[in-house]
């Protein structure tokens, strides 16, 4: 997928995933990966995500990737923090008190440059990739997190029906990417309320994936 149309959906405002609040579904499951408080939470293509300051408020430490720098100036403005700004590699650290921004291409992001990951929380990511993308994005998320367990939220719907992102990845596919890594366990399937994008039926996913 083109970098251009996401950064142009920043600019044009154009951000229908932005949640107000935290994701449900993330307070509601959260517990089922049974971390310290402490361990270090890695969101990817996270945007401005409210989550973000849920966890931190929980008393854990995050880590999040994210093409587009607007989106990450306006995140550390709603969190009322100044962030400290240096270049690792290919990406950009955004830095401030047990938060770690990585602004940039994610496929650019070394397990190396990103640190240790005690969990990964993913509403946003696979559901962003077209199905060609698919497999690149979820192999380089296992590697560089070093098959650290998942929260997973995935749309499930007839993709000849609308067109994504977000995209629809059903079970067997959410299988096929992680069975061989992971137990992967469905925690929750509820119908999204009035459809996706007001116009296709469609059921949100959680997923709970540990390392075999």
Wanted: neutral net charge; hydrophobic residues 40%; proline residues 4%.
């Amino acid at each position: 997928m083109d970098p251009n149309f996401w950064h142009q959906r920043w600019e044009n405002n154009e951000t229908g995933w932005h949640e107000g609040k935290a994701n449900p579904l993330l307070v509601r499951h959260f517990h089922e990966l049974s971390l310290a408080k402490g361990r270090r939470i890695f969101v990817p293509l996270c945007g401005k995500t409210l989550d973000i300051g849920w966890l931190l408020s929980k008393g854990h430490r995050v880590a999040g990737a994210e093409l587009s720098q607007l989106a990450i100036e306006q995140l550390f403005i709603d969190l009322g923090v100044q962030p400290e700004i240096s270049k690792v590699g290919q990406v950009e650290q955004w830095s401030a008190k047990n938060l770690d921004i990585f602004v940039g291409d994610i496929f650019a992001l070394s397990k190396k440059i990103l640190g240790p990951v005690d969990a990964v929380y993913d509403r946003a990511a696979l559901v962003a990739f077209p199905e060609e993308m698919r497999n690149r994005y979820t192999a380089h998320l296992t590697e560089i997190t070093g098959k650290a367990p998942q929260l997973l939220i995935c749309y499930e719907y007839d993709q000849r029906l609308a067109e994504g992102p977000p995209f629809s990845v059903n079970a067997d596919e959410v299988k096929r990417h992680y069975a061989g890594t992971y137990d992967v366990t469905l925690i929750e399937s509820a119908d999204v309320a009035g459809g996706l994008k007001g116009k296709v039926s469609a059921k949100e996913n959680v997923w709970l994936l540990k390392s075999k």
